[in-house]
């Protein structure tokens, strides 16, 4: 009888033991199954939302970009400096004067560009027999290659081309010198320079020489009419 009650006694533990172990390993299972059934986002709407992300950022960079009308780059420009002679000769009947410059660049986003400009310039004129209210007028058309050193917003070059230029006495009632009026030469523009591009706004700075060829006026003196200028233009990019 004893044998048997501790029998009893010792199944009943059993089962108690067996219920609990149960109800434990039920607990894990469910939190295991709950923790494994929190959704997973899908690869694909991660690369999609990534691509979403990657295109609104390069909405906001673009539109600190100005949107160009043309691929290559063309800029208007307006501008001027200082001007005078190279040789001391042409010096001695002139002082230094102001010029200034109209400008169409072709190639402004380019390695190699062409640009097609008119100058002018105006300069005291000092001779004798010459009315000494007199000065001396230039007007001039050239065309110019420039080759960018380096393509960027800022954009040091070199430059060389081809023109004509004219020169007229202005605004004297006698000439009694030997110079004549007016005189017509072709020049050749050797230069350098620096744009600085900013969201279209171009500023440019540049020192050029021009060497002369066909230049009569001012033979009776010896003086070559070689002219230098520093130039800062502004204008636009399209």
Known sequence: MRNGIMFAASVAALLV?????????QST???????????????????EETRVREGVLELQEGSLTPSYATGVGVSLMLGGGPTGFLEADARRLTSSGGGWDARLTVGTRSILGVELGYIGAAQTLSAPG??????LLKNGAEAVAHLTILNGPVQPYVLA?????????????????????????????????VGVHLRGLVIDGRGVIRPVAGDNMLNSSGGRMHTWEGKVMAGWEF
């Open 130 to 135: 010459l009315d000494a209210s007199g000065y």
């Open 161 to 193: 081309g081809a023109g004509w230029t004219n020169f007229t006495i202005q605004n004297a009632a006698f000439n009694d010198s030997p110079l004549p009026n007016k005189d017509n030469m072709a020049h050749f523009p050797v230069g350098a320079g």
């Open 29 to 47: 299972t469910t939190t295991t199954t709950t923790e494994t059934s929190t959704p997973v986002q899908p690869r694909a709407e991660r690369r």
């Open 17 to 25: 033991a067996s219920s609990a172990m149960a109800q434990e390993l």
